[in-house]
């Protein structure tokens, strides 16, 4: 898909001519990229206890080595409580987080599987949220590079339509590539609920192009 800027400069010489004109190329791709957001929150009665259950948590979902996995942070507090008006600590808490996402639904559908079936304790609370598709900057890098292609072999086309004396002078990929990543967030939802992928859609990457062509008269 183009689409033309009507609004054709013309320079005239004593022998030739310049047209300079903008041109925008556009193709449609499907975002290929889900994540997900997972926090464990858990409770023990010391501290030792809280980083050993966080640390085997951790290892649980580094083990997906098809996934990209980025955060594992983790961190523990005193837990503290009010009895007869008094801040009294009782145990400690610990958090985990982590951004899981990969580009194929098999992989994040079976993890997603073997996390919600995963034993959790009454002093655990998984959270998975924020599930949404997002394009792939790989996907988006091919996908310009088919539309510079195409702004070039479109030119030459151009130029033999225009005249048999006229050729390309320049083409300017101008720094106006326009995308806006599909998303749609879902509720945060515990371990227990039925976690559906959204559906993909598609989205338009555009590129702007500024042409200089040169004809004989």
Sequence with gaps: MKKIILIISLF???????IKLNQTFTKEIVANKISFNI????????SQEVIKKLDAFSKFVTNFKTLNISGGKYNTYPKYIYEDKKRVQRGYKGSIRFVVSSTSKKDIKSF???????????????????????????????TKEKLRLEAIKWSKTYAKKLDEDCKVLEIDF?????????VRTLNSVSKE???????QELKKLSIDVRYRFGCEL
């Design 174 to 182: 101008l720094k106006t590539d326009r995308f806006r990543p599909y």
């Design 193 to 199: 609920n039925d976690i559906p992928l959204p559906k």
């Design 12 to 18: 005239v010489s004593l022998y030739s001519y310049e």
């Design 112 to 142: 997603i599987s073997k996390l919600t079936t995963k034993k959790i304790s009454k002093k655990e609370n998984l959270i998975i949220s924020s599930s949404d598709w997002q394009i792939d900057e790989k996907l988006i890098e091919k």
């Design 39 to 46: 926090s464990l929150t858990v409770e023990a009665d010391n």
